[in-house]
């Protein structure tokens, strides 16, 4: 009869209370989102359609190499290992919090064996119990904690996204760096032919007594000059494949890049997006949002130590003086519990811990508008840097048509005795600087392309997206 009661006032307790949350329910913060990009000229609003796995964006360049070194970024860099272990450890604590929703079970067993004086025989004594407990979720913490871990996982999750978005973008823009090295080189390996050339022509004039001395000295000076930026280049370049290696989780002296002499400089298109898009497309948006999420539920949890708790506990076992007279005929033994704890008073230790939770609620939202507003911030300066150093690159390209033209000019006109050798010179290095101001253009335009991919997200409309070449 007694154990009839207990069930029911349990059962009453239970379907009183067990459906009572406190805290508030989330919703996302709200952002000022702009209409459009201040400098997007000629971008067109676009229809959000980009989901999960996006394509590999690094094949807008068009780079067979390019497009076998970036997928093993995500498999073999050690950061993004990192990361990974991180999201797998956020997965296990949600799955510690689901746990406590359900009841423990816990079998124990014993046996002992005592000598009594003056006894024939020694007293023995085998038991097992079966022991449960429960924590019913009267006011939805335990939920709350779960929701919480949840929230802190898929913010996990976004930071791998990041990471590997970042690990990835780095790499792709020192392999274009490493590319530029390559077309640099090329250049300056022409030029230093062409001074040679110019060297072994001045040497003639000077002993056939045409040219002074100082025509010479200066061909040699160029051509040395030359020689020395050639080698800083060989030097950048190295480093350039290291640091791919290094990305790529693979020793530096145990990784090569051929160098390549028909290299051409590919530059993707500009997408087409509008800004409330990079709510939904940039990973690291996405965990801030989500840390607002578990933040959210920290604040539900804080609020439920107001109110009481119940923990519910039950055992049931025997025993008996040997073990086959656990299987024949046990001594029964079992109990229910009930605990029921109010706190009174504590100081004000739940009002602070509320407090805290807000607190730190009010602080994720803040860094999750801050982190859309430099989002918005990045896709803005990468648009203008795009678009500008489009028109450089074509004020530089007939700044670089117009210097070589004077260069062969002036060499000529050198070579029938109208004009010193110091207008050859400044003629060559003007030209040659032009060529490699020109070539820097284009490379930061692809950097910038690099950037501005990054910053909406990793990647826009499809793999087979067109290219512009400006060679």
């Not at 590997?164 to 530029?180: K, M, P």
Request: proline share 5%; glycine share 6%; charged share 15%.
């Amino acid at each position: 009869m007694k154990k009839r009661f207990l069930i029911i006032v349990l059962s009453a307790l239970l379907g009183a209370c067990s459906f009572k949350r406190i805290g508030p329910d989330y919703r996302t913060p709200p952002v000022p989102l702009p209409a459009h990009f201040k400098e997007a000229d000629g971008w067109k609003v676009a229809q959000p359609a980009d989901a999960s796995p996006r394509e590999p964006w690094w094949n807008l360049f068009h780079d067979p190499l390019l497009n076998e070194l970036a997928p093993r970024v995500a498999v073999s860099n050690q950061n993004i290992a990192a990361s990974v272990a991180a999201f797998q450890q956020a997965q296990a604590l949600v799955a510690q919090q689901r746990a406590s929703l359900f009841p423990t079970l816990g079998l124990t067993g014993s046996a002992t064996r005592t000598n009594v004086a003056n006894a024939v025989t020694p007293l023995r004594r085998v038991r097992v119990d079966l022991g449960a407990a429960w924590e019913p979720d009267l006011w939805g913490r335990l939920g709350r904690s779960v929701q919480s871990a949840e929230a802190n996982a898929q913010a996990s999750a976004g930071e791998l996204a990041t990471a590997t978005l970042s690990a990835q973008g780095e790499l792709v823009t020192n392999y274009l760096l490493l590319r530029q090295a390559d077309a640099q080189r090329k250049l300056l390996e022409a030029a230093i032919a062409d001074y040679q050339r110019v060297v072994t022509i001045t040497e003639n004039r000077y002993k056939v007594g045409v040219a002074p001395k100082t025509d010479l000295l200066q061909a040699q000076t160029q051509l040395s000059n030359a020689q020395s930026d050639y080698t800083g280049l060989l030097s950048q370049r190295a480093q350039l494949e290291h640091a791919i290696a290094v990305l790529l989780g693979e020793a530096p002296s145990n990784f090569t890049i051929a160098t390549s002499d028909e290299w051409r400089i590919a530059v993707p298109e500009l997408p087409m997006v509008v800004p409330s898009q990079l709510l939904e497309r940039r990973p690291d948006i996405a965990a801030a949002e989500r840390r607002v999420a578990a933040a959210n539920e920290q604040i539900g949890i804080a609020r439920s130590a107001y109110f009481p708790s119940l923990n519910l506990t039950g055992s049931g076992g025997g025993f008996a003086a040997t073990a086959p007279g656990l299987l024949s005929n046990p001594t029964s033994i079992w109990s229910l519990g009930v605990v029921l704890s109010q706190p009174i008073f504590n100081a004000g230790l739940t009002k602070s811990r509320v407090a805290g939770a807000q607190a730190f609620y009010e602080q994720e939202v803040a860094l999750y508008r801050q982190t859309v507003l430099e989002a918005f911030q990045s896709v803005e300066d990468q648009l203008i840097a795009s678009r500008v150093l489009a028109e450089q690159e074509t004020l530089l390209a007939t700044a670089a048509a117009a210097a070589t033209q004077a260069q062969d000019q002036v060499l000529n006109r050198y070579r029938a005795g109208q004009v010193s050798f110091l207008e050859v010179v400044l003629a060559q290095t003007t030209a040659l600087n032009a060529r490699r101001t020109l070539l820097q253009a284009q490379s930061n335009r692809q950097v910038a392309s690099v950037a501005l991919i990054k910053a909406v997200g990793g990647g826009w409309g499809t793999a087979s997206s067109s290219a512009k070449d400006t060679q």
